[in-house]
C-alpha cells in the first residue's frame, strides 16, 4: 500500500511539474512516461535538438522503431511527434485568465483509421474534467450536407454511432479539428447507402470544431456553429 502511495505522490509531482512549465518545450521534455511511454527523456531531447537544427532525424524508441519530430511553434506553443509509426502525439499550452496554462494533449492511433483521445491538466497537475461535447450521428451527415431534403433515418444514423474520431488542435487558432472515420470501416453496401450524403468528400475534409476558451472561471470547450466554421 505505500508503495502505490509514493507512486501515486510521483505521478502527481511529474504531472504538477509539466503543467507548471511556461512553454511547451519544457513540457514536452517533462512529459510523465504514462503519457509518452515509447520515447524516453534523452530522446527527446535529441528529437527536439535536431529539429531547432532543421534537421528530419529520427530517435529510436523504446521498441526499436523510429520516432521523430513532425511541428513546432513556440508562438502558439503547440508540438506534434511521431512516436511510433501508427501513432501521434499532439501538446498544446492555451493560457488562462489567471496568466498560467492548462495543457491539453491529444494521444491518436491508427494508419488508415484513427482514433484519439484529449486529456487536459491544470497548472496544478490535476487532469480537467474538460471533455468534448457530443456529436450526433445526425450532425455528421448535416456537416456533409447542406441538403436539408435529404432524410437521415434510425438505421442510416446508427451506422456512426460507434465513432472513431481524429482529433488535432488547430495551428492558428484555439481551435479543436475533429474527423470521423468509422465511414471507412463500414461496408460498401452501407457506404453506398449514405453516398447521398458523403458525395466525392473525403473523410478528411469533414470536420467539426470547437473552440477552447481558456477566458471564463472554468475553461470550456464549445462547439462551433457551421457558420462559424470557415
Avoid at 491538466?121 to 468534448?132: D, F, K, V
Amino acid at each position: 500500500m505505500r508503495k502505490i502511495k509514493i507512486l501515486i505522490s510521483l505521478l502527481a509531482i511529474s504531472l504538477s511539474a509539466l503543467v507548471q512549465a511556461s512553454n511547451v518545450d519544457s513540457v514536452f521534455l517533462k512529459l510523465p512516461s504514462k503519457i509518452l511511454p515509447l520515447v524516453d527523456e534523452k530522446a527527446r531531447f535529441e528529437m527536439l535538438e535536431y529539429f531547432k537544427a532543421g534537421q528530419t532525424d529520427s530517435v529510436k524508441n523504446k521498441l526499436g522503431g523510429f520516432a521523430h519530430m513532425l511541428h513546432r511553434d513556440t508562438t502558439q506553443q503547440h508540438i506534434i511527434i511521431k512516436p511510433a509509426a501508427n501513432s501521434t502525439l499532439e501538446i498544446r499550452l492555451f493560457k488562462t485568465t489567471d496568466s498560467t496554462y492548462i495543457t491539453g494533449i491529444i494521444s491518436t492511433v491508427g494508419e488508415d483509421i484513427f482514433r484519439s483521445v484529449l486529456e487536459f491538466y491544470n497548472a496544478n497537475g490535476n487532469r480537467l474534467n474538460l471533455q468534448l461535447p457530443e456529436i450526433t450521428p445526425v450532425e455528421w451527415y448535416r456537416n456533409w450536407t447542406t441538403n436539408e431534403t435529404l432524410q437521415i433515418d434510425d438505421f442510416k444514423a446508427n451506422l456512426l454511432n460507434d465513432n472513431f474520431l481524429k482529433m488535432s488542435f488547430s495551428k492558428t487558432d484555439n481551435i479543436i479539428e475533429v474527423q470521423n472515420y468509422t465511414v471507412k470501416l463500414l461496408h460498401r453496401e452501407h457506404q453506398n447507402m449514405i453516398s447521398e450524403f458523403t458525395g466525392n468528400k473525403q473523410t478528411e475534409e469533414n470536420k467539426i470544431l470547437f473552440r477552447i476558451n481558456c477566458y471564463l472561471c472554468s475553461p470550456v470547450i464549445e462547439k462551433l456553429k457551421s457558420n462559424d466554421r470557415k
